[in-house]
């Protein structure tokens, strides 16, 4: 069993950074690749960004590639989300995932992860 949490929420004005982290509880060698999902009122969840285990291969979205940056520390189990010039189209509640297959490349697909936290909210407001 694996157990995600995330930290690192709030609310900043546009323009503004926040830095999402993930960690990782339980079976943690059996984590492979994680991802970033959020979810906006009203809206379905969509793929933000993802990394394998070696961070060798990471993805984003179209509407964050240039101002996220996903990243992780194996040896403290913490997956990180850095979140540059956010505008209040961001807002969501981002979650964390963990896909407990090998991978070679990043998975932006939902149904790859088996493993979900219970999100944090970021909101973008002046």
């Known amino acids: 069993q694996v157990h995600l949490v995330e930290s690192g929420g709030g609310l900043v004005q546009p323009g503004g950074s926040l830095r999402l982290s993930c960690a990782v509880f339980?079976?943690?060698?059996?984590?492979?690749?994680m991802g970033w999902f959020r979810q906006a009122p009203g809206k379905e969840r969509e793929f933000v960004a993802a990394?394998?285990?070696?961070?060798?291969?990471?993805a984003y979205s179209d509407s964050v590639k240039g101002r996220f940056t996903i990243s992780r520390d194996n040896a403290k189990n913490t997956g990180y989300l850095q979140m540059n010039n956010l505008r209040p189209e961001d807002t969501a509640v981002y979650y964390c995932?963990?896909?407990?297959?090998?991978?070679?490349?990043?998975?932006?697909?939902?149904?790859?992860?088996?493993?979900w936290g219970q999100g944090t909210q970021v909101s973008v407001s002046s």
């Open positions: 995932a963990a896909d407990r297959q090998y991978t070679a490349v990043a998975d932006i697909r939902a149904g790859a992860y088996d493993s």
């Open positions: 339980g079976r943690t060698d059996s984590v492979y690749g």
């Open positions: 990394i394998t285990k070696s961070g060798g291969s990471t």
